[in-house]
T-cell receptor, first 112, second 114 residues
């Protein structure tokens, strides 16, 4: 089955540590996205990539980094510079025909 | 800048009809999406409008007026499982392109009572 996978579902880290969230898709989509969602909030765009080896900052990129070395993979690193990293992180990819975004199941990150 | 507004909360009873409104002001417009998100889960696609008018899909319909910067999602014959957050999202980018990023509203939390 085609889809987007994110792992792990729950992640716990100590303050000051970097952590990398995985996102893999087998939909053959060129474009991939990372969002952050806080309670009662909509989705805020962190980074996006429209093609391999290229990515752009979204609205809240500070404290995050990404790479796009393969079409299937778009990992997100939450660095220690991110002041409030505890959140629900969603990865998505979009269809080149409709532009509809398909979401992974999300990773809930808790930093204490 | 981009501004997308939708009500924070709505309630309705089982079997009823509910309309969730979304107004937007964006520097570009290339389509409007509605997503459903249950608590703790990923959003799932409900509908897409790029031209004015009504799109119907089973119990769900979505309407768009580009001149008014307005859309609504209509849910008929409400069921308990429809209790969820409904997200309105506008795609920017070049007209006709499918590559523009999405700008999301904060979501409308719908509670369906028995």
């Amino acid at each position: 089955d085609g889809g987007i996978t994110q792992s792990p579902k729950y992640l716990f880290r100590k303050e000051g540590q970097n952590v990398t969230l995985s996102c893999e898709q087998n939909l053959n989509h060129d474009a991939m996205y990372w969002y952050r969602q806080d309670p009662g909030q909509g989705l805020r765009l962190i980074y996006y990539s429209q093609i391999v080896n290229d990515f752009q900052k979204g609205d809240i990129a500070e404290g995050y980094s990404v790479s796009r070395e393969k079409k299937e993979s778009f990992p997100l690193t939450v660095t220690s510079a991110q002041k409030n990293p505890t959140a629900f992180y969603l990865c998505a990819s979009s269809s080149p025909t409709s532009g509809e975004q398909y979401f992974g199941p999300g990773t809930r990150l808790t930093v204490t | 800048g981009q501004n997308i507004d939708q009500p924070t909360e709505m309630t309705a009873t089982e079997g009823a009809i509910v309309q969730i409104n979304c107004t937007y002001q964006t520097s570009g417009f290339n389509g409007l999406f509605w997503y459903q998100q249950h608590a703790g889960e990923a959003p799932t696609f409900l509908s897409y409008n790029v031209l004015d008018g009504l799109e119907e899909k089973g119990r769900f319909s979505s309407f768009l007026s580009r001149s008014k910067g307005y859309s609504y999602l209509l849910l008929k014959e409400l069921q308990m499982k429809d209790s969820a957050s409904y997200l309105c999202a506008v795609r920017g980018g070049y007209r006709g392109s499918t590559l523009g990023r999405l700008y999301f509203g904060r979501g409308t939390q719908l509670t369906v009572w028995p």
